[in-house]
T-cell receptor, first 115, second 114 residues
Framework: GAVVSQHPSWVICKSGTSVKIECRSL??????MFWYRQFPKQSLMLMAT?????????EQGVEKDKFLINHASLTLSTLTVTSAHPEDSSFYIC???????????FGPGTRLTVT | AQSVTQLGSHVSVSEGALVLLRCNYS??????LFWYVQYPNQGLQLLLKYTTGATLVKGINGFEAEFKKSETSFHLTKPSAHMSDAAEYFC????????????FGKGTTLSVSS
C-alpha cells in the first residue's frame, strides 16, 4: 500500500530555534498534503492544506509566518516551525492525497519537544 | 460545516466483551466517514471507511461500522475485544470531495482488561 514518511520522527530543540519537518509520499504523487497537529490526549487539528506549486491554505488561528509550509514537488512537503516555543511542542502529522486515486494516507508523525 | 462527535472519551471493556465506540457526524452533503486507530507514539492506521454503497462496512482486526443516515451515526463495533485493541480511536468525516481534509472527532480511549 501507499506509504507516507515523515522525518524526523522525534526532535528536541531549544526555544527560539527553527525546526523543519519533512513529509514524503514514497510510492505515489501527491498534489495535496495536509498538516495536522495533535496535542497530548487530544484529537488531530488541521493546520493547513498544502498544494504543490502554490501557497498553502491555513486554518483559522494558525500563524502562517510561524508555520511555514513548502510543497515544492509532488512527493515532498515541508513544515518549518520558526522561532519555536514550548507551547509548540506537539505531535505533527501529515497526510498526502494520492493524485491517481484520490485516497489519503497518513504519515507516522513527528514529535516535537521545545525546551 | 462538518463536524464529528465521539460520545465517551474513555471506554473500558473486558477481554471477550463487545466493543462499541460511538460517533455522530454533521455534514451538509453526503459524507465520507472513517475510523482510525492510534497506538501510543504512533501515527494513524485506517480501520475502515464508508464512502457509498453498503452501509455496513467491515474493516481490519474484526472491526465493523454501520452508516445510519437517519441517525447521522457511524458507530464502531467489534464482537469480542482483545487486549491488543487497547488504543485511541478516532472517527473522521470528509465532505465527499477527495481533495478536502478530514475532520476528526476528539477520540475515544479504549481500555481492555483481562
Amino acid at each position: 500500500g501507499a506509504v507516507v514518511s515523515q522525518h524526523p520522527s522525534w526532535v528536541i530543540c531549544k526555544s527560539g530555534t527553527s525546526v523543519k519537518i519533512e513529509c514524503r509520499s514514497l510510492d505515489f504523487q501527491a498534489t495535496t498534503m495536509f498538516w495536522y497537529r495533535q496535542f497530548p490526549k487530544q484529537s488531530l487539528m488541521l493546520m493547513a492544506t498544502s498544494n504543490e506549486g502554490s501557497k498553502a491554505t491555513y486554518e483559522q488561528g494558525v500563524e502562517k509566518d510561524k508555520f511555514l509550509i513548502n510543497h515544492a514537488s509532488l512527493t515532498l512537503s515541508t513544515l518549518t516551525v520558526t522561532s519555536a516555543h514550548p507551547e509548540d511542542s506537539s505531535f505533527y502529522i501529515c497526510s498526502a492525497r494520492d493524485l491517481g486515486g484520490g485516497k489519503q494516507y497518513f504519515g507516522p508523525g513527528t514529535r516535537l519537544t521545545v525546551t | 460545516a462538518q463536524s464529528v462527535t465521539q460520545l465517551g472519551s474513555h471506554v473500558s471493556v473486558s477481554e471477550g466483551a463487545l466493543v462499541l465506540l460511538r460517533c455522530n457526524y454533521s455534514s451538509s452533503v453526503p459524507p465520507y466517514l472513517f475510523w482510525y486507530v492510534q497506538y501510543p507514539n504512533q501515527g494513524l492506521q485506517l480501520l475502515l471507511k464508508y464512502t457509498t454503497g453498503a452501509t455496513l462496512v467491515k474493516g481490519i482486526n474484526g472491526f465493523e461500522a454501520e452508516f445510519k443516515k437517519s441517525e447521522t451515526s457511524f458507530h464502531l463495533t467489534k464482537p469480542s475485544a482483545h487486549m491488543s485493541d487497547a488504543a485511541e480511536y478516532f472517527c473522521a468525516v470528509r465532505e465527499g470531495q477527495a481533495g478536502t481534509a478530514l475532520i476528526f472527532g476528539k477520540g475515544t480511549t479504549l481500555s481492555v482488561s483481562s
